[in-house]
Nanobody, 122 residues
Framework: QLVESGGGLAQPGDSLRLSCAAS????????VGWFRQAPGNGRDFVGS??????IISGESMKGRFTMSRDNANMVSLQMMSLKREDTGVYFC???????????????????WGQGTQVTVSS
């Protein structure tokens, strides 16, 4: 089970830190991805981090967001210099293939959280 937290209302230029907490399974060996879904759109890839800490970034992440593995059961997405277009529901997902690399493909992820809403507005 994956549970996201840390979303909320922010102003342009603010920072938010999202967390993805896992329960059960060898989460520390799984690649974890973050996806954003804006109203009326599909899920856009934000970034992915594997068990070693190797990261691949989507376009929205480059230069403003960072990812980290905080402990064996927690992955975080630090978002800085937020823009209105960052608004959406952020989902974390786990790729249940131990010691596999990061991936931007949603179909590679089998476990998804319920999402946390991020709204960037002045």
């Amino acid at each position: 089970q994956l549970v996201e937290s840390g979303g909320g209302l922010a102003q342009p230029g603010d920072s938010l830190r999202l967390s993805c907490a896992a329960s059960g399974g060898p989460f520390s060996t799984y690649a974890v991805g973050w996806f954003r879904q804006a109203p009326g759109n599909g899920r856009d890839f934000v970034g992915s981090i594997d068990w070693r800490g190797e990261i691949i970034s989507g376009e929205s992440m480059k230069g403003r967001f960072t990812m980290s593995r905080d402990n064996a059961n927690m992955v975080s997405l630090q978002m800085m210099s937020l823009k209105r277009e960052d608004t959406g529901v952020y989902f974390c997902a786990a790729r249940p293939l131990g010691y596999a690399g990061p991936t931007s493909q949603p179909e590679d992820y089998a476990y998804w959280g319920q999402g946390t809403q991020v709204t960037v507005s002045s």
